[in-house]
């Protein structure tokens, strides 16, 4: 009976994946455009299939990071025209101005999922201030750390070894204590 339920939870497992790849068969193309209208930056993502346009396909849209993608606002549904039109906030930092910008499709149940890059310098440039660079501070090391951090770890190590070494004293007292006594038995 085992042997069945297994053979059927297999059989119902290939059914299902077959079915999910069918419902996802069709494959799209995102092209990205970027436009700078006014003050507002705008970034237009054109979704086709056979190279027809697909309307009503949810976009996102995100900036590449060091550890993971930002997402920029929701997901956008393309419209009749097949584009799903983004504005693109002003205050994401970057260290040369230029962002990597990505558009997916996820979870379509039409179509595979998709994603597209494309390199923008929209982005915040960021100016490091390192005119403090001598000064104490908690993230510095050796030298440079505050007054307070070395004397407080010298006390603990201190402390520490003062510890043992009492600890160390006390074992060789103890053994002359013991020969004292067995001296005092034998006289």
Same mark, same amino acid.
């Given at each position: 009976?085992?042997?069945?339920?297994?053979?059927?939870?297999?059989?119902?497992?290939?059914?299902?994946?077959?079915?999910?790849?069918?419902?996802?068969?069709?494959?799209?193309?995102?092209?990205?455009?970027?436009?700078?209208?006014?003050?507002?930056?705008?970034?237009?993502?054109?979704?086709?299939?056979?190279?027809?346009?697909?309307?009503?396909?949810?976009?996102?849209?995100?900036?590449?990071?060091?550890?993971?993608?930002?997402?920029?606002?929701? %997901?956008?549904?393309?419209?009749?025209?097949?584009?799903?039109?983004?504005?693109?906030?002003?205050?994401?930092?970057?260290?040369?101005?230029?962002?990597?910008?990505? %558009?997916?499709?996820?979870?379509?149940?039409?179509?595979?999922?998709?994603?597209?890059?494309?390199?923008?310098?929209?982005?915040?440039?960021?100016?490091?201030?390192?005119?403090?660079?001598?000064?104490?501070?908690?993230?510095?090391?050796?030298?440079?750390?505050?007054?307070?951090?070395?004397?407080?770890?010298?006390?603990?190590?201190?402390?520490?070894?003062?510890?043992?070494?009492? %600890?160390?004293?006390?074992?060789?007292?103890?053994?002359?204590?013991?020969?004292?006594?067995?001296?005092?038995?034998?006289?």
């Amino acid at each position: 009976m085992k042997k069945y339920n297994y053979f059927l939870a297999t059989c119902f497992m290939i059914l299902f994946s077959i079915t999910n790849s069918i419902a996802q068969d069709k494959e799209a193309k995102i092209t990205l455009t970027f436009d700078k209208a006014d003050s507002l930056y705008v970034c237009k993502a054109l979704v086709t299939s056979e190279g027809i346009p697909v309307s009503e396909v949810p976009v996102n849209l995100s900036v590449k990071r060091l550890f993971g993608n930002l997402p920029i606002g929701d %997901a956008v549904a393309t419209d009749s025209t097949g584009v799903a039109t983004f504005e693109f906030p002003q205050d994401i930092p970057s260290k040369n101005g230029k962002l990597t910008l990505l %558009a997916t499709i996820v979870d379509d149940e039409n179509y595979m999922n998709t994603e597209t890059s494309g390199i923008v310098n929209w982005g915040m440039i960021v100016v490091s201030d390192n005119s403090n660079i001598q000064d104490r501070s908690i993230s510095a090391g050796r030298d440079k750390a505050p007054i307070y951090f070395i004397t407080v770890s010298l006390l603990i190590i201190f402390l520490i070894w003062g510890t043992l070494i009492y %600890a160390v004293l006390q074992v060789f007292k103890i053994k002359r204590l013991g020969k004292v006594d067995k001296i005092e038995e034998l006289a």
